[in-house]
């Protein structure tokens, strides 16, 4: 083994054991530190905490997690890297345990380094990262359209609001329209795509778009209902 192939041997090893145990440690001791220094908020909320919204929140929470697992796991599979569900959703969430430690960097980095292990290339592992923050931002936009809609019909009641919710409406789909353009410049001019290929893209992943579509209703049903809960 030459020096170079032994030095990155060696760090391959060390990348492995840092986004281990230590870094899980410290995701635990951040986390503490967020509970311990709202602990006073935390004990007086208990107090009138209603458990069926609570519960039922938590239960959202947790299905939309499990649809992000079950879309990185369609996007793997259309890599050539199939997973298990369960497998896929097990290293997901020991990555995402990483997001609690400033930065928010060492999630990304965790789990390029946990679907490395698994003999995943790291070329197709940052390529699928950027698949899923596309999928997740078009849909996102996309759910957020009959929001903006609302929001006009709920202010547009009141003589006072009206103005301002067409303000607001008229800011939301120029946000909607300039991100999306950005979008396809991005796409079209620095990956240097056809249109044919964009195409092919949302055909390709059309399931896992549809899915984040509804994770992303289900985890606003459940984050209302979590914070109704106190």
Sequence with gaps: ????????????????????????????YFIFLIFYNSQNEIIASLSSVRLLPLIGGLLLLIVFFILRSYIWRQILEKQGHAFPVKKAMYFLSKSELRRYIPGNIFALASRVTIFGNEKIPTKIIIKSLGIEALL???????????????????????????????ELVIAGIAFIIFSFAFIIYFVFKKLNLTYKKIFDFFVFYKDAYIISLISWFIFGIGYVLFAASF
Aim: without cysteine.
């Design 1 to 28: 083994m030459s020096p170079r192939s032994d030095f990155l041997h060696n760090l391959k090893r060390a990348a492995k054991f840092i986004f281990g145990i230590p870094l899980t440690l410290l995701s635990f």
């Design 136 to 166: 997740f931002v078009l849909s996102s936009l996309a759910i957020s359209i009959p929001g903006i809609i609302l929001l006009f019909q709920l202010t547009t009641s009141n003589i006072i609001f009206s103005f301002i919710a067409i």
